[in-house]
């Protein structure tokens, strides 16, 4: 066992001051001739045979010393954080500041580690709190509005002659420019008036146009190379199409459901609408408690950790220079660390754990918001050892859903909300070992998925440049790279890093030369 103390250096980060003696460094001075033999090619010596003293002579003990600590110093790190009982939140920079002799091996090897850590805070009491949704009425009114939406799938697109209109059908050529040169063309996009989804201005440009006719407006790229450039949109209409929506009558309840009756079918939707307005409620108020909670709680912030966050994020976008930008998205990663810092507060409190089967149905879910079959999605999070981290995003949703059972909801007329359909009870079997050592089974489960999960639609035709903004990547996405240390000595210390946001690179050890130089001054 090492010797390691902590020394605070602000409510989110720590330095480690690790000591490990002769003793406890000798297995890895014993595993760093070995691997030397393996390495060196000595006249006389077979390879992996040449003897400690023969390496002494020809490589020196300082090589051997700088090996031991290159491959010792992710356990001596783990042994502190785990004698430490800190709660590690980032990767962390690690310095060797005194080294044992190069003589004979005797004096310490002291290490000092910073890294950022979960800070202290405590949450209010959850009885004490009232959340307030909106009002939800299943009237006549929502029961038409969605009956107008299973009449628009069973619709057909007509060619109309006239202008285009919000909620028409419109076929569109399109080709961007900058300065006169064509960066991007598309040809035949269909696109539905007034859905926002192309490019900004699109609408505006078309609503008044029939077929044959074309414009061009101004718009900034939000995709592609040319990402945050203005751009003229050269755009023409090809046909312009309505959908006429069938009759709601008893035939057309026939067509669109398992009901002979439109009035057994408009009573089903009324029941849907009401089911979804459940959900809306349900929704508002986990988003809503959180929103309370971390206004009610003083959560610090690693701010180095941020902003090596939003960092690769603006990297990724090429926007490092969009000072406006990177406000708001060091103001969402803050954010984004509160919320799961109070996530994660809840599910301790509530002692909370993951069941295979929450974990499988979880991975199911994910796999096809990413578009991937499950077998593939499990197998990347299996690679990138992220399983642990899915573990802990099934807790967090848990936690909440705990938690929404001990306030009190209600909407803005002052009723109560009846939410027993969406909180979850306490003392729920867990086993969360179990989970990650029988991935391989949630893997086959995933498996037997992947033959009923198929796309129902096609990619659509995109706009010229049209690329959706990079999304934010947690604990709940898709396997985050791993960190990557900068010195050998450092590279396993930043790997033994709990599951979090990508922190501050591993700093070189020192030299032995620095490291003597450091210890005089003190």
């Given amino acids: 066992m090492v010797n390691a103390t902590v020394e605070k250096l602000s409510p989110t980060r720590v330095k480690l001051h690790i000591t490990v003696s002769p003793d406890e460094l000798k297995p890895a001075i014993a595993h760093a001739y070995e691997h030397i033999a393996e390495d060196i090619q000595i006249p006389g010596f077979r390879k992996g045979k040449v003897p400690a003293p023969i390496i002494d002579q020809r490589v020196g003990r300082g090589a051997v010393i700088e090996h031991a600590v290159s491959e010792g110093l992710d356990g001596f790190y783990r042994a502190a954080v785990n004698e430490t009982e800190i709660r590690v939140v980032g990767r962390p920079a690690a310095e060797v500041v005194e080294w044992p002799s190069d003589k004979d091996f005797s004096g310490d090897l002291v290490v000092d580690v910073e890294v950022d850590v979960r800070p202290e805070f405590e949450l209010p009491a959850y009885e004490d709190l009232t959340i307030e949704v909106d009002a939800v009425?299943?009237?006549?009114?929502?029961?038409?509005?969605?009956?107008?939406?299973?009449?628009?799938?069973?619709?057909?697109?007509?060619?109309?002659?006239?202008?285009?209109?919000?909620?028409?059908?419109?076929?569109?050529?399109?080709?961007a420019t900058i300065d006169g040169n064509e960066i991007d063309r598309a040809e035949g996009v269909s696109y539905e008036v007034g859905s926002g989804e192309l490019l900004e201005g699109t609408d505006e440009a078309i609503e008044s146009l029939t077929a044959g006719e074309d414009t061009t407006f101004r718009s900034k790229l939000v995709g592609g190379d040319h990402a945050g450039s203005e751009a003229e949109v050269a755009v023409t209409v090809v046909a312009v199409k309505e959908r006429e929506l069938p009759e709601a009558d008893d035939d057309f309840a026939q067509i669109a459901s398992?009901?002979?009756?439109?009035?057994?079918?408009r009573a089903s939707l009324a029941e849907r609408v009401g089911e979804q307005s459940g959900f809306a409620q349900a929704s508002a108020a986990r988003d809503?408690?959180?929103?309370?909670?971390?206004?009610?709680?003083?959560?610090?912030?690693?701010?180095q950790l941020v902003e090596d966050e939003v960092h690769q994020h603006l990297e990724g976008e090429g926007r490092l220079e969009d000072d406006e930008h990177r406000a708001e998205v060091t103001e969402a990663s803050k954010k984004q660390f509160r919320t799961q810092m109070v996530l994660d507060k809840i599910a301790e409190q509530f002692k909370v754990q993951v069941s295979q089967d929450e974990l499988t149905q979880y991975l199911i879910q994910s796999a096809a918001q990413y578009g991937m079959a499950p077998q593939e999605f499990v197998n990347a999070l299996q690679q990138g050892n992220q399983l642990p981290a899915m573990i802990g995003e099934v807790a967090r949703n848990k936690a909440l859903a705990l938690a929404l059972g001990k306030v009190t909801v209600v909407d803005t007329d002052g009723k109560p909300v009846d939410l027993s359909g969406f909180i979850a009870l306490e003392d729920e079997p867990s086993a969360e070992e179990e989970v990650v050592e029988e991935a391989q089974e949630i893997a086959d489960a995933a498996a037997d998925a992947d033959a009923v999960i198929e796309a129902e639609e096609k990619p659509a035709k995109k706009a010229p440049a049209k690329k959706a903004p990079a999304k934010k990547a947690d604990a709940a996405?898709?396997?985050?790279?791993?960190?990557?240390?900068?010195?050998?000595?450092?590279?396993?210390?930043?790997?033994?890093?709990?599951p979090a946001a990508d922190a501050e690179p591993a700093k070189k050890p020192a030299t032995r030369k620095a490291a003597k130089k450091a210890t005089d001054e003190k």
Avoid: C
């Fill in 137 to 175: 009425e299943t009237d006549e009114a929502a029961v038409d509005a969605e009956l107008d939406r299973l009449r628009g799938r069973f619709g057909t697109l007509v060619t109309v002659d006239r202008p285009a209109a919000k909620g028409d059908f419109v076929e569109l050529n399109l080709v």
């Fill in 288 to 303: 809503k408690l959180v929103e309370k909670l971390i206004e009610l709680t003083e959560i610090p912030v690693p701010e």
């Fill in 477 to 498: 996405e898709a396997p985050a790279k791993k960190p990557a240390a900068k010195k050998p000595a450092a590279k396993k210390a930043a790997d033994a890093a709990e």
């Fill in 258 to 265: 398992e009901f002979d009756t439109i009035a057994e079918l």
